[in-house]
């Protein structure tokens, strides 16, 4: 608009060229309201510019919170995992207290999830994934809760070794969907703009 605005003046002044000292001082109050606005619509465009590129930062930093927050808790659930949900056998041992493992342990894991306010993630895709996230942990809790409340029942069926598998695998797909949350976040980090460099 500015550029459009200069245009026209340009045009105007050089089929109206001023002959007197009078219409000389007229062009020039006029030619300075131009570059007035010209000068205010400029610092409009680039204050919008600089709002734009600080919301997209708080965007990106808060997302590469809940990428680090994600990634530790898949990683100490991973570790948790191997070591005693899964194989069956494993969680066999769990749940009939011979290896010990309380549900509340994964309340602090749950409190780490709390450190992401999803108000500042801005983008409803990456919400989802975090409520996702949240929802594969509840679940995790729900099927060691189950398998605890009855292992010894569950070791008494017949088909009890199976049971403690399928639970144990049931455990392992979530904690591996809760990976597949961490890479589409990931994606989401990655697709905001690299900010500019400003040197000090």
């Given at each position: 608009m500015s550029i459009l605005a200069v245009i026209v003046a340009a045009v105007v002044f050089a089929f109206n060229y001023p002959s007197t000292s009078g219409e000389w001082s007229a062009w020039a109050?006029?030619?300075q309201a131009i570059a007035s606005v010209a000068a205010i619509s400029w610092a409009g465009r680039q204050g919008l510019v600089l709002l734009k590129r600080q919301r997209d930062a708080q965007k990106k930093a808060a997302t590469e919170v809940a990428v680090?927050?994600?990634?530790s808790v898949h990683s100490h659930l991973l570790r948790?995992?191997?070591s005693r949900?899964?194989?069956?056998?494993?969680?066999r041992q769990v749940a009939i207290g011979?290896?010990?493992f309380r549900v509340e342990y994964l309340d602090p894991i749950e409190k780490m999830l709390d450190q992401v306010n999803l108000e500042h993630l801005d983008n409803q895709k990456a919400i989802e994934i975090m409520v996702t996230a949240r929802a594969k942990i509840w679940r995790?809790?729900?099927?060691?809760?189950w398998i605890i409340e009855n292992g010894h029942k569950i070791e008494a069926r017949v088909d009890g070794a199976e049971r403690f598998e399928s639970q144990a695998k049931a455990i392992e797909r979530q904690v591996r969907e809760l990976r597949?949350?961490?890479?589409?976040?990931?994606?989401?980090m990655?697709?905001?703009?690299?900010?500019?460099?400003?040197?000090?």
């Open positions: 109050a006029w030619a680090g927050i994600l990634r948790v995992g191997r949900w899964w194989d069956g056998e494993r969680l011979k290896n010990f995790i809790r729900e099927l060691l809760t597949n949350c961490f890479n589409q976040l990931i994606q989401i990655n697709s905001y703009e690299p900010m500019p460099m400003v040197d000090s």
